[in-house]
């Protein structure tokens, strides 16, 4: 299969075989059907087995093998088209070179030469003859050769010239091939090969005492009242448990088999922590750490990260006041974030960003009660932010706000394959991840601030019945609890047109694309992390 890979793209053989990103897709699964069937029905002369070589250093299942008029004969199956040519169908590339590597398998388990390989396409019936000559294994082994050599380098192969083969790829949502050939020619029209919405669900158990557990490759969620709740593997991406609940060690187990992410937020709504399958791509990890030790870099990107939130700050504010009377107060506070935006220009270190930031912070911050619809009570007026602890409902929602929103980025960053302690702008402190700060900027305003503020004026909240006080602070209770989820799973799954690239997909999935973006930035293709804002 690794050959397959490299012949049809070294990117796919690179993704799947040296970092081990492996998405099956719906092609994959009707080729896996395909066989097993092949499988079952296998009688006489038709025989299936696996042979390794340490000669040629492969290994391979062949699909079948025949032995006709005193020779062998590699068979394989296709469930897709044959290739059109001047003579009729054709063998791809990629299946005549797979077709001479179980040759060779074949051969040397014999003893015996093996001079000929009929691959059969099922879509068009057509069967194709290989010759397994001398010139086709000349081409294995320099194939093998490239091969070795890519095993040994950190750095992924180029995106392939053939655009169309990526239309075709299971792994284009890793490598997004279009995304970087626009940002190499800018008269490119990316087509979208990025899935539009997250097909699986968070699963959030709230809840004191409530228990996630197993049933077979179901998870079962048994609150202390109430029925309980089944939920099949498959549909669920990630687990968010919330407060005192619990999850069964069986549980965990089949989530960590199944990449399903597991994490927990305190009963206040703080993240504590989280788990994920499997360790992460040595790979991607030494071109983020290559990359993020030059502090030239991490400035530039830093700068962009801030501008796109403060870009994201005005347009807010703008688009919360459209079509009614601005306050000269907004208005001087729009005047004071633009020229935040235009003296990052003029940045050279990482204090004087982080000097502009602050004040496009507090000129924010400072005119955000405006926003709101001048009749709310006054338990629920915002009178600027205070974080730890929140000291009214409205700060109650953002910090809760906040945190839902950094288990989804941190989950973004650990499905794409980066380490999140290692970041851009943010420090190292106490137990968050600096990149998970740092891409969180891009999100806080449409994500969070957005929904609290039309949330707030819509009277979906009750300063009585959705909040407790402990002190000083003040926290969403259960019954608030839910509805803040509720709200901000719908806004996640909402979707939205990114400005540059021209596609439409959910807010959910532009968390990832951003941390693939910002990948790419580090991999020779900057240009687009951070371009996009609110219209």
């Not at 004040?359 to 915002?382: M, N, T, W």
């Amino acid at each position: 299969m690794a050959v397959h890979a490299w012949a049809y793209c070294p990117r796919l053989f690179y993704l799947e075989e040296i970092e081990e990103i492996r998405v099956a897709d719906e092609r994959i699964f009707e080729g896996r059907e395909l066989h097993e069937q092949l499988e079952a029905k296998e009688e006489g002369d038709l025989h299936t087995f696996t042979l390794e070589s340490e000669t040629w250093g492969l290994k391979g299942k062949l699909d079948a093998c025949r032995h006709r008029d005193g020779r062998w004969i590699v068979v394989e199956h296709k469930k897709g088209r044959s290739r059109k040519g001047e003579r009729g169908a054709e063998a791809w590339e990629s299946d005549r070179l797979q077709s001479a590597a179980y040759g060779a398998l074949l051969a040397e388990h014999l003893g015996e030469p093996v001079l000929e390989a009929h691959i059969r396409y099922h879509a068009d019936h057509k069967r194709v003859v290989v010759p397994v000559d001398a010139s086709l294994l000349q081409e294995l082994e320099t194939a093998l050769r490239e091969m070795s050599l890519l095993r040994n380098t950190p750095e992924r192969p180029s995106v392939t010239p053939h655009a169309q083969r990526c239309i075709h790829c299971s792994l284009a949502p890793v490598c997004l091939p279009e995304e970087e050939r626009f940002q190499q020619r800018e008269d490119w029209e990316p087509l979208r090969l990025y899935p539009q919405h997250h097909d699986r669900l968070t699963l959030h158990v709230l809840g004191h005492g409530s228990q996630l557990g197993r049933s077979g490759d179901q998870l079962v969620v048994r609150p202390l009242e109430g029925p309980e709740e089944r939920f099949p593997v498959e549909q669920v991406e990630q687990i968010v448990i919330h407060g005192y609940a619990q999850a069964s060690t069986q549980a965990l187990h089949l989530c960590f088999a199944r990449d399903i992410n597991v994490h927990w937020l305190g009963a206040g709504g703080r993240y504590l922590g989280g788990c994920a399958a499997g360790s992460g791509g040595v790979q991607r990890r030494i071109r983020q750490y290559e990359a993020l030790r030059d502090p030239a870099f991490r400035l530039e990107r830093s700068k962009e990260l801030v501008r796109g939130k403060v870009r994201m700050q005005i347009g807010f504010l703008l688009r919360a006041t459209r079509g009614r009377d601005r306050t000269d107060h907004v208005l001087r506070r729009v005047k004071d974030l633009r020229a935040c935006l235009a003296g990052l220009s003029a940045v050279s270190s990482f204090d004087d960003l982080r000097g502009v930031e602050g004040l496009a912070g507090q000129a924010y911050f400072g005119c955000l009660d405006s926003l709101l619809l001048p009749e709310l009570p006054e338990s629920l007026r915002f009178l600027g932010r205070s974080r730890r602890p929140p000291e009214d409902p409205v700060n109650a929602l953002l910090s809760f706000g906040y945190s839902l929103l950094y288990r989804d980025v941190v989950a973004a960053i650990l499905a794409v394959g980066l380490e999140p302690a290692f970041g851009l702008f943010h420090t190292a402190r106490s137990a968050a991840y600096p990149l998970a700060l740092d891409l969180m900027e891009l999100f806080r305003v449409p994500l969070v601030d957005m929904v609290v503020i039309a949330s707030l004026n819509r009277r979906q909240w009750d300063a009585e019945r959705h909040f407790r006080r402990l002190g000083p602070a003040i926290y969403l209770n259960e019954e608030g609890r839910e509805q803040a989820i509720s709200l901000f799973e719908g806004r996640k799954a909402e979707t939205w047109r990114h400005p540059v690239l021209g596609y439409s997909l959910s807010y959910h999935r532009l968390m990832e694309l951003e941390a693939r973006l910002l990948e790419k930035s580090w991999m020779g293709h900057p240009g687009l992390f951070a371009r996009w804002s609110l219209r």
